[in-house]
């Protein structure tokens, strides 16, 4: 049984940093594209980040570039969102996803297993 955890979240003041992570089990991360998106309230579910299968390449949302990053521990079968410079629009649930794709897709339909989402909300 595939199950992906995501933990992390939290409240941050504008201009801080929070460190997601993406616990698989039951599915070896590096043999799936992983991706983070995130959905707040009203609001379609959106991609922000998104690491290929084997060479671990990374894509970003605009909106994510320069701030967030994707990475990826192995050993640990963990997929990580590090975001920095957090702005009050980045308040959402936030969500990670894996595709056999061999890249990570922008539309969430293109994925097999999501995680249940950890909220991040950031104070002006």
């Known amino acids: 049984q595939v199950q992906l955890v995501e933990s992390g979240g939290g409240l941050v003041q504008a201009g801080g940093s929070l460190r997601l992570s993406c616990a698989a089990s039951g599915l070896t991360v590096s043999t799936y594209s992983m991706g983070w ?12 980040a998104g690491i290929t299968r084997n060479a671990g390449r990374s894509y970003y949302a605009d ?6 990053t994707i990475s990826r521990d192995n050993a640990k079968n963990t997929v ?5 410079s957090l702005k009050p629009e ?7 996803a894996a595709s056999l794709r061999p890249l990570p897709a922008v539309s ?3 994925y097999n297993y999501w995680g249940q989402g950890t909220q991040v909300t950031v104070s002006s």
């Open 80 to 84: 990580y969102l590090q975001m920095d």
């Open 37 to 48: 998106f995130r959905q707040a309230p009203g609001k379609e579910r959106e991609f922000q």
């Open 108 to 110: 969430r339909y293109e």
């Open 63 to 68: 909106s994510a570039k320069g701030r967030f």
């Open 90 to 96: 980045d308040t959402a649930v936030y969500y990670c």
